[in-house]
T-cell receptor
Framework: KNQVEQSPQSLIILEGKNCTLQCNYTVSPFSNLRWYKQDTGRGPVSLTIMTFSENTKSNGRYTATLDADTKQSSLHITASQLSDSASYICVVTLMNTGFQKLVFGTGTRLLVSP | ETGVTQTPRHLVMGMTNKKSLKCEQHLGHNAMYWYKQSAKKPLELMFVYSLEERVENNSVPSRFSPECPNSSHLFLHLHTLQPEDSALYLC????????????????FGPGTRLTVL
């Protein structure tokens, strides 16, 4: 069964600190993995995308890693800011020739405290 | 948010009402999606219109009915809903191509928060 599991479910950190969010997936055939950020009351916004041949991808203070062998990904946030408070969703795309089929994780809810 | 817009942003309806959700994308994409997001659950794909083909998720109840009059507009018609249908309904769009290696990003709208009483 195609699944994406994320940990932790929720996390509270102090402003300026770093944190790492985890994603494990059992999706096949694998096309790519994305991390989305979803602010409260908003739709998800793509942060990074990695194919199976990419190990790491950065977007400002966000750095995602991918280990295709162990089927694990992480999202590292450096020097956190209050605006980083949001849900972070790991999404894996199935490789197919039809429409895009995405498998979503339940997300990690991050709260950055002043 | 100007890429994909959704109206209304909030909707409260009774179980006997009929209402419609609207989505419009201004990105020139050729595929549009409806998702349901319930608390503590992964986003659930409801319907897809891709390259003018409609793909249904057979687990979606018939009280949800999509309509895609053109590549820029998508509707979700609601009737005789149940309280468990209360959720955030998200619309997304992407530029899909036939075959090949797909990295097309889906762009999401802000969602409609639906409450069924």
């Amino acid at each position: 069964k195609n699944q994406v599991e994320q940990s932790p479910q929720s996390l509270i950190i102090l402003e300026g600190k770093n944190c790492t969010l985890q994603c494990n997936y059992t999706v096949s055939p694998f096309s790519n993995l994305r991390w989305y950020k979803q602010d409260t009351g908003r739709g998800p916004v793509s942060l990074t995308i990695m194919t199976f041949s990419e190990n790491t991808k950065s977007n400002g203070r966000y750095t995602a890693t991918l280990d295709a062998d162990t089927k694990q990904s992480s999202l590292h946030i450096t020097a956190s800011q209050l605006s980083d408070s949001a849900s972070y969703i790991c999404v894996v795309t199935l490789m197919n020739t039809g429409f895009q089929k995405l498998v979503f994780g339940t997300g990690t809810r991050l709260l950055v405290s002043p | 948010e100007t890429g994909v817009t959704q109206t209304p942003r909030h909707l409260v309806m009774g179980m006997t009402n009929k209402k419609s959700l609207k989505c419009e994308q201004h990105l020139g994409h050729n595929a549009m999606y409806w998702y349901k997001q319930s608390a503590k659950k992964p986003l659930e794909l409801m319907f897809v219109y891709s390259l003018e083909e409609r793909v249904e998720n057979n687990s979606v109840p018939s009280r949800f009915s999509p309509e895609c009059p053109n590549s820029s507009h998508l509707f979700l018609h609601l009737h005789t809903l149940q309280p468990e249908d209360s959720a955030l309904y998200l619309c997304a769009s992407s530029q899909d191509r036939t075959g090949g290696f797909r990295t097309d990003t889906q762009y999401f709208g802000p969602g409609t928060r639906l409450t069924v009483l």
